[in-house]
């Protein structure tokens, strides 16, 4: 194949990539902070009852509790010689989570359902310790329990909330975070959090209703302008997506795969010197998405904007040091393209081989070079690079039939045959070999019966 059809035909694959990766930007919307902090203050609640040889220290340890004396508090209880009712093993939790011990309070927590299996404090202490830690199966059966037993706190609802969303229960987060705001309605970390779960519910009517609402009262917050952006995507609204999305960017969204995102909408609203700058941005702002920025550079010269895919390539190479040798590699290599494209096969050539220099197993550099190599008529570097290329498992057809082109080149048309002899034995399926082999076969018993004579 020659290296113009190769350079065709890989272009087409981009082309085709760039298009599916266009209609399908992904939009980083940050999540809201929520904290979840175990009870605080601690509190003393004698219920279910103690025992009556327990008074005489409940009144103790309640003084120190209102006295804010935890330590003494820990101390005297772990002091105590008899085994403590339920009450006592949650205020020892309490304490504990306070200190910043949450393994103890955790051991306290279970301590304290052991001897009352349907104690409501007990649930929500330790599911709030769960979900801090991470455990969030575990945390989200306790909080759900609690709420059974009657627990009916704003946090409560939102860590189930929360927990909904993460264990893919959208749904179950909305009725959450709806019961959180019902308590505390003006949360905004909680309706922010209720947004992103109707979005995930696929409720976007009721979803935009609220962002429309939350931007009415906080219009430069970037975060609400980047769920605008999602949902307008979502619901197949590419322009209010864009013009959204570059309103978070302006205020502040210094995410570089939102401004990739960005760049992809505009492309694909046909913005091609936006498209440049958004990609160059992102380019900057420390985005090594290459494969990106590869589709992105060949339809602009598919399209006729060299100058656009070459600020994008400025944009790269103002932080060519920061990439790794295998991004640097593919860098050139898309250099080499363009300027292939452009008609500079002595550019092209020079690029992949700097490419190659970074990298001996960028497989596309190595046969983009062979195949430069060998329309420029020098059979012998082509020879040695499409050697190179064999030894890549993925390329090794190509490899092997590469060598063959060369061999051919330099009129060697036994060897030619031989190698394509054995890579038809390698490769059975490669039924377009039998052609060029009954060629060459020819011309071999050709020169032979000639030499013979």
Aim: glycine share 6%.
């Amino acid at each position: 194949m020659a290296f113009s059809q190769l350079t065709a035909v890989s272009a087409a694959m981009l082309l085709l990539l760039w298009s599916n990766a266009a209609a399908n930007p992904t939009i980083s919307v940050a999540e809201p902070r929520l904290v979840f902090k175990p009870i605080d203050p601690v509190v003393w609640v004698t219920e279910p009852a103690i025992t009556g040889d327990e008074i005489a220290l409940s009144q103790e340890l309640g003084s120190l509790v209102r006295q804010s004396k935890y330590r003494e508090t820990l101390q005297r209880l772990n002091e105590s010689d008899t085994e403590l009712s339920a009450p006592f093993e949650v205020l020892r939790a309490q304490i504990s989570a306070t200190l910043n011990d949450n393994a103890s309070a955790i051991r306290a927590y279970r301590s304290a359902l052991d001897k009352a299996p349907s104690f409501t404090r007990a649930h929500a202490g330790i599911g709030t310790l769960y979900l801090i830690e991470g455990k969030l199966t575990e945390a989200h059966k306790h909080l759900a329990e609690a709420v059974r037993l009657g627990a009916g706190d704003a946090q409560t609802y939102a860590q189930l909330g929360y927990l909904n969303v993460k264990l893919g229960n959208p749904w179950g987060a909305v009725s959450a975070y709806e019961r959180a705001l019902v308590l505390e309605p003006r949360n905004t970390g909680w309706k922010q959090a209720l947004l992103l779960a109707l979005t995930a519910s696929g409720d976007y009517s009721t979803a935009r209703s609220l962002l429309e609402n939350l931007l009415s009262e906080r219009p430069n917050d970037a975060s609400l302008w980047q769920q605008r952006a999602d949902l307008s995507l979502r619901v197949g609204d590419q322009v209010s997506a864009l013009a959204s999305l570059e309103m978070s960017l302006r205020l502040g969204n210094k995410s570089s795969d939102n401004r990739r995102a960005a760049a992809q909408l505009a492309m694909q609203l046909g913005n091609a010197r936006r498209g440049s700058e958004l990609a160059s941005a992102a380019i900057l702002a420390g985005s090594k998405d290459m494969d990106f920025v590869s589709q992105l550079a060949d339809w602009m010269v598919r399209n006729g904007q060299e100058e656009y895919a070459n600020n994008v390539l400025a944009a790269m190479g103002k932080r060519l040091n920061s990439y790794s040798p295998s991004q640097q590699s593919r860098y050139y290599f898309i250099k080499g393209r363009i300027a292939e494209e452009n008609g500079n096969t002595a550019q092209a050539v020079a690029d992949f081989r700097r490419a190659i220099d970074r990298d001996g197993s960028n497989g596309q550099a190595l046969l983009a070079y062979a195949e430069g190599a060998l329309s420029s008529s020098n059979a012998t570097r082509a020879l040695l690079a499409f050697q190179r290329l064999a030894a890549l498992p993925a390329y090794r057809q190509q490899g092997l039939v590469g060598q063959a082109k060369a061999m051919i080149a330099q009129q060697d048309y036994p060897s030619a045959l031989q190698k394509l002899q054995e890579t038809l034995d390698e490769f059975p399926d490669a039924y377009e070999l039998n052609t060029a082999i009954q060629s060459l076969t020819a011309i071999v018993n050709t020169r032979r019966d000639s030499a013979a004579l």
